[in-house]
């Protein structure tokens, strides 16, 4: 478990929580990996009470289970899960890619251009998975943060956590080079405003890649070990 400088006035609950949910979602703590109260709790200098607090709360997240008389176990991932995830974001983000074609603020139209080299920089490069993905993440974000649907952005994290683990895993196990090619796409259909392009791009970018993760996880023993 990888950790972090405590930030100003971050509580201990607070500093746990992030601790724990980035560990999870950056893959440093496997689906399946068994967690200990007494562990977490001399690793992370706090006492068991909140820790017990902050497991809870991944619990609702789906991202801890409790198994009685078993222990306590990162998350294996739910293809259901994932499924709902992908329904959600595919329907909404259409509808927000349809805004932003209407109108987008320039400024954070030259975020996304950044955003998009920055990601160029780190496509082949070993070992820069994570940062690839937390870009990737970034780039949806500021288009929901252009058409002031932020708060939805942050609806659609709150049950892509399954999703996002499976989206980071197929990154570090694929080119990435191709999702670069389609945030470019996104890029022009925004600029040249082609609202007709939109369903084709979505079912491109957010519906199709499932299908292409079932056959990741068919043909990579290491991969369906994470999985219900």
């Known amino acids: 478990m990888i950790l972090y400088e405590k930030k100003y006035k971050e509580t201990g609950k607070e500093y746990a929580y992030r601790i724990l949910k980035d560990n ?3 893959l440093e703590l496997k689906p399946g990996e068994l967690l200990s109260e007494s562990d977490l709790s001399e690793k992370l200098n706090i006492s068991r009470t909140p820790i017990r607090e902050v497991l809870m709360k991944l619990k609702n997240e789906h991202l801890i289970e409790v198994k009685p008389q078993s222990g306590t176990y990162v998350s294996l991932m739910d293809s259901k899960i994932i499924d709902e995830a992908i329904f959600m974001r595919s329907t909404i983000e259409k509808e927000v890619l349809k805004e ?4 987008f603020p320039e400024d954070l139209f030259i975020e996304l251009e950044k955003n998009l080299f920055a990601q160029k920089l780190l496509c082949d490069i070993e070992g820069k998975e994570i940062e690839f993905h937390n870009l990737d993440k970034k780039f949806h974000r500021l288009i929901f943060l252009g058409c002031n649907k932020i708060n939805i952005w942050d609806s ?3 049950i892509s956590t399954h999703y996002n683990r499976m989206r980071l895993l197929s990154e570090m196990k694929t080119n990435r080079s191709k999702i670069i090619s389609q945030h470019e796409e996104m890029l022009n259909i925004i600029k040249n405003k082609e609202v007709d392009k939109i369903d ?8 199709s890649p499932a299908k292409e993760w079932r056959e990741l996880i068919k043909n990579n023993d290491d991969v369906s070990l994470y999985f219900k």
């Open 24 to 26: 999870i979602m950056s």
């Open 100 to 103: 932003a074609c209407e109108y």
């Open 156 to 158: 659609i994290m709150n």
């Open 200 to 207: 084709d791009y979505i079912q491109k970018h957010i519906v």
